[in-house]
């Protein structure tokens, strides 16, 4: 059994069309990073936005020649070089240039500051409360009050700072069955934590967040956390 090993591994590959391989994947690739960057994605567990637009470009080139009989292996193998030389060259600019890294992996983002969410970067916030309340109840965290700083990392992975147990304050709770207690009618004076900001009021009755103007209320917990 013959194989036509050139059609296998060049095709119709000419230098136009090796030029034309280097421009698409370069184009290619800067729009999959821009993509990613634009879409407020922080990353995947242990992997960079940089390293992630690395994953999905090589999975293409490679995918493509595993079932397409018109794609030729060769140019993918291209593709692999080029993306190799664009992140070897990148990630040395990147080690010598705080600007250039900042622009590739973003920055660490403040979600909680002082047992609040942040406001000032609301825009930037695309994570959904419900996951960002689970990964607090993995690490024993009963209610925003005793936490004193958490940030978003580039990586993915949420950071969270303490209060020491006599600093810690009322706050709003994260557990299921207290948050979904959570009403825009206030019925009983206390303490209450607003949904939206996690701001603490002493209420008598219904009214508007003075941190953020949101009405939905929730009764605030002032528990330490168990470690």
Request: aromatic share 12%.
């Amino acid at each position: 059994m013959n194989f036509d090993w050139h059609t296998i591994l060049m095709n119709d590959l000419d230098w136009a069309y090796f030029i034309e391989i280097v421009l698409r994947t370069l184009i290619m690739f800067v729009f999959v990073l821009i993509f990613l960057r634009l879409s407020g994605k922080k990353g995947v567990r242990q992997l960079s936005l940089f390293e992630v637009a690395i994953i999905i470009a090589l999975g293409s080139a490679a995918g493509d020649p595993m079932f397409n009989k018109d794609t030729a292996i060769l140019p993918s193998l291209l593709v692999f070089v080029v993306i190799l030389i664009v992140y070897r060259g990148i990630t040395y600019f990147a080690a010598r240039s705080e600007k250039i890294e900042s622009l590739l992996e973003g920055e660490p983002m403040y979600i909680i500051e002082d047992g609040e969410f942040t406001l000032n970067e609301e825009s930037d916030n695309t994570f959904a409360k419900d996951e960002f309340f689970a990964e607090m109840r993995a690490q024993s965290i009963e209610h925003l009050g005793q936490v004193k700083t958490a940030l978003l990392e580039t990586n993915g992975q949420v950071s969270f700072f303490y209060y020491e147990d006599d600093e810690v304050k009322p706050g709003l709770p994260v557990l299921p069955k207290p948050y979904g207690k959570k009403s825009d009618q206030v019925t009983q004076k206390g303490d209450y934590a607003c949904t939206y900001c996690g701001k603490i009021q002493a209420l008598s009755a219904a009214a508007k967040c003075s941190r953020c103007q949101h009405t939905e209320w929730v009764k605030a917990i002032h528990t330490r956390r168990i470690t």
